[in-house]
């Protein structure tokens, strides 16, 4: 990887740049995920590069939602393995539930790539290599599941897609938790809570807040996913976009 000063200005940002392209090199990560990481930025510019507070809400409610979850599950693509495989284990490790492989630009040897990558770090069980079921309405890849795992989950963590999975997976019955710098995808805004946050910042807070909420009584929890609002949460995170644009400009004149 290009070593980056830490001194640099951009520096998070090119780290996060640099691992991506060290996961198309490893076989981790699709081209595709290239140009994903490339928006990605681009809405972190715009939202400040910082853990908005609607994102912050959104973690505490996403964290309430996991500990109240019979069978929750992980979802795991190829940018989310080459930007934090080590804080995805921490997750599925809290909650003691396996991490499942699933990708858009599916190819089997990626899928062993990043399921071997995964338990390098740590991960106890990697479902995905086998999957045995579909979700329906689906007709691409991404469909593919596994009965144990996605297949069969109440609660699903999604981080970085847009798409249609979303809806099939609510349609399904399931709640469905997003990760996307991008407000306005169509994931984000089907969601039943959409995390608009850096993966980067938010899974280790997302894990952190699983720690502290472990304690808490089950009806403090179920507040907790009933006060919030997602549809909510989301025009926050437009209207911090607003107001960072409006700060950046007023200091320049
Ligand atoms: O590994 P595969 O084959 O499953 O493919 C993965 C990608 C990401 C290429 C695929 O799911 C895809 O094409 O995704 P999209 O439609 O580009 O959606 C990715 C979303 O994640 C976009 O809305 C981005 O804004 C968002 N995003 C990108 N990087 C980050 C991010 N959100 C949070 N943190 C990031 N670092």
Redesign the pocket.
């Known amino acids: 990887m290009t070593e980056i000063p830490k001194s640099h200005p951009r520096y998070a940002s090119l780290v ?1 740049r640099e691992r991506v392209a060290e996961g198309v090199k490893r076989g981790y ?2 081209t ?2 290239l ?3 490339g ?2 930025e681009c ?1 972190d510019y715009l939202l400040g590069e910082r853990t908005t507070p609607s994102a912050a809400t959104a973690i505490r409610a996403a964290a309430a939602l996991l500990l109240l979850a019979k069978r929750p599950a992980i979802s795991v ?3 989310v393995a080459a ?1 934090v495989p080590e804080e995805m284990v921490a997750l599925a490790k809290i909650l003691n539930i396996p991490l499942e492989v ?5 190819s089997e040897e990626r899928v062993k790539r990043i399921a071997d990558l995964l338990r390098e770090k740590g991960a106890e069980e990697v479902l995905g290599e086998r999957p045995d079921a579909s979700v329906p309405g689906l007709d691409h890849a991404r469909s593919l599941a596994t009965r144990g795992g996605i297949y069969d989950a109440d609660v699903v963590l999604i ?5 249609d999975r979303c809806e099939a997976l609510l349609s399904m019955g399931k709640k469905v938790i997003a ?4 407000p306005l ?1 169509r994931t984000a805004r089907k969601a039943t809570v959409s995390i608009v ?4 910042r938010a899974v280790p807070q997302l894990t952190e807040e699983i720690r502290k909420l472990s304690m808490n009584p089950k009806a403090d929890l179920q507040r907790m996913v009933q006060e919030y609002d997602n549809e909510k949460a989301l025009r926050e995170a437009a209207k911090e976009i607003q107001k960072n644009l409006k700060e950046q400009f007023e200091e320049q004149l």
């Not at 981080?159 to 798409?163: H, I, K, S, Y």
């Not at 990760?179 to 991008?182: A, F, Q, T, V, W």
């Open positions: 996060a990560t699709s595709q995920g140009i994903a990481q928006r990605g809405f693509n190829g940018n930007l699933n990708l858009f630009h599916r981080p970085l897609e847009d798409g990760i996307d710098l991008n995808s946050d850096n993966i980067l």
